[in-house]
């Protein structure tokens, strides 16, 4: 099996389970490869550890509750599988440059981590990876 396939297996099984825990175990057992080989491979082909693409995709998908929806910043934090709103908001400014309140406050959204995905070119396939820059402070 192709490193790509095992990269897109992953990485569809995180966006279907993005709202459970996801330890690089249970992720392994799920796709039936060793947790060191996903790993491995994962960040070879994206430049992006496994665990920063999770953290990345729940913060942007906060980011979109933060900007859609009147929901507590907290509840979004907890749903982002974050402990505390403190750590949520610390994890959130260094990756959106500004905080959940203000972040909210300017109330659009802007997906910093989008998913991984794959576009077919002629020579065979090649991995998108989207991460934008740029700060949202008011």
Known sequence: MSKKTVVKK???????????????????????????????IFTEETKCTVYKYIQGRRLTLAA????????PIVEIAYEAHYDSQQAFTLAFKQFYGCTPKIYRK???????QSKISMR???????????SGGGKLAA
Request: glycine share 4%.
């Open 10 to 40: 992953t990485v569809d099984y995180i966006e279907t389970h993005i709202d459970e825990d996801l330890p690089l175990d249970k992720i392994a057992n799920a796709l039936n490869y060793s947790k060191f080989y996903i790993a491995r």
């Open 120 to 130: 077919k070119f002629f020579d065979g396939y090649t991995f998108m990876h989207y």
């Open 106 to 112: 300017n109330g659009i959204f802007y997906p910093k």
């Open 64 to 71: 979109k509750k933060l900007a859609e929806t009147r929901q």
